[in-house]
């Protein structure tokens, strides 16, 4: 039995844009987990710059929750401001 990932539809999407990609500069079809795993095998090439994106990331997320927390931010007005923050590379 193979291992089985849960995603949601907005990955899974991307995911087949990828694919599709892949499929019109190579002229072949790939599997799905074909392309994950060639993007596993680049992440864990750059350990310390996937890393980083996480810790970025979570970090932004727990400062968005104290603020809901201790501010009453409405779920929205947090959604809004989570997708308007720039994204660090």
């Given at each position: 039995m193979t291992p089985s990932v849960e995603i949601t539809e907005p990955t899974n999407d991307r995911l087949e844009e990828l694919q599709a990609e892949i499929r019109r500069e190579t002229g072949r079809p790939v599997?799905?987990?074909?392309?994950?795993e060639q993007i596993i095998?680049?992440?864990?090439?750059?350990?310390?710059?996937?890393?980083?994106?996480?810790?970025?990331?979570?970090?932004?997320?727990?400062?968005?929750?104290?603020?809901?927390?201790?501010?009453?931010v409405s779920p929205q007005e947090n959604a809004i401001e989570t997708h308007a923050s720039p994204r660090s590379n």
């Open positions: 599997p799905k987990s074909v392309v994950l095998r680049d992440a864990s090439e750059s350990k310390d710059e996937v890393t980083s994106c996480f810790v970025t990331i979570w970090s932004r997320n727990r400062r968005m929750s104290t603020r809901l927390r201790t501010k009453h």
